[in-house]
């Protein structure tokens, strides 16, 4: 009977040491990571609420060579549910029977529980996010392209462009938002991205290019980015100066009829249209390229080398013929 007894108090003395520790976390139990061991609910929700909560709360911030973005967590609607893990911790100390549990705690021995850390955050806040960086942080790559001048070309080299690898952008920030331990920055992962045209390809992309050089008086007719052929012009005299730029021929036609600008230096023929044959200047052929400008044949031959015409480019006759074919609508015409 006194055996009896004892055990009975042992069991009473047990089961009631046990209702003591019912607010209690056992040893070796941590959430997220955060020792929480022998902390009452309360001590541990003001723990985590300082060391989880603070952190998680924390805007996140993507950079790269100097360009940042930041996802507050406004926009993210992260949270992180602390009473729910402190609940999680205290039940899983309790769980068992109580006189083991009892031994257990009077001996301090170390439950080795490990409670995972409770975040919610929005999925489409954060895809929405990724694609605004993409927005900011993307660089278009910039094709190869011809350096225009008056007596020669070249050539400007493609350069590539840099895009964010949204997925990897993606992962970084979920992996941060899901976890308080790690950094609240991230460097944007990029992609380099490849130009259209390379440098290989401008002779494809380029198959004539006509270059007008008004003060050397000369034209020159590139096939593939090679010189061709060099012409002898006149171009615009003073105050009717053929105009600087790049333009393309838009406008072709054999034997073309003049139709007379409603120019003061026209004088009657102004506004009139002048059929092919004697008292048309525009002999042979008309390659036009800007309003009311363009390349043609004429009969004064005398007038090439100078500075000369209403702001047109004269050729002899003969070269007009054989450039024709060789210049389609759309081949760009530089004049400098």
Known sequence: ???????LVLVLGAFAF??????????????GGIDVSGLTRAEANEKLEKEIQEVVQTPLIVTYNGKRRTLKPEKSKVGVDVSGM???????????????????????????????????YSKPAVKR???????????????????????????????PGLSVRRAALAAAIVKRLENPTEPRRVRAPMKKTQAKVTKSE????????????????????????KLEK????????????????????????????????NSDWAGDLAGKSIPPGPGNPLVARWL???DGVGIHGTDDISSLGSAASHGCIRMNPTDVIALYPKAPVGTPVYIG
């Not at 009977?1 to 055990?7: D, F, K, N, R, Y």
């Not at 009892?102 to 850390?117: E, F, L, W, Y």
């Not at 003073?238 to 393309?248: I, K, Q, R, S, V």
């Open 1 to 7: 009977m006194i055996a009896a007894g004892a055990v």
């Open 18 to 31: 046990t209702k003591t520790q019912d607010d209690k976390i056992a040893q070796g139990v941590s959430i």
């Open 86 to 120: 402190v609940d999680q911790a205290v039940a899983q100390s309790n769980q068992g029977f109580f006189i083991a549990n009892a031994a257990k705690s009077v001996a301090g021995t170390d439950r080795n529980i490990a409670i995972p850390t409770e975040i919610t």
């Open 129 to 159: 996010f990724v694609r605004s960086v993409g927005k900011s942080f993307n660089q278009a790559p910039k094709d190869a392209t011809v350096k225009y001048g008056p007596r020669s070309l070249g050539e400007v080299d493609a350069q």
């Open 202 to 225: 401008l002779a494809k992309k380029y198959p004539t290019i006509v270059l007008v050089d008004r003060s050397g008086f000369k034209l020159r007719l590139y096939k593939r980015l």
């Open 230 to 261: 060099t012409y002898p012009i006149a171009v615009g005299q003073a105050g009717l100066e053929t105009p600087a730029g790049l333009y393309t021929i838009n406008d072709r036609q054999e034997n073309p009829t003049w139709n007379v600008p």
């Open 288 to 290: 036009g390229i800007y």
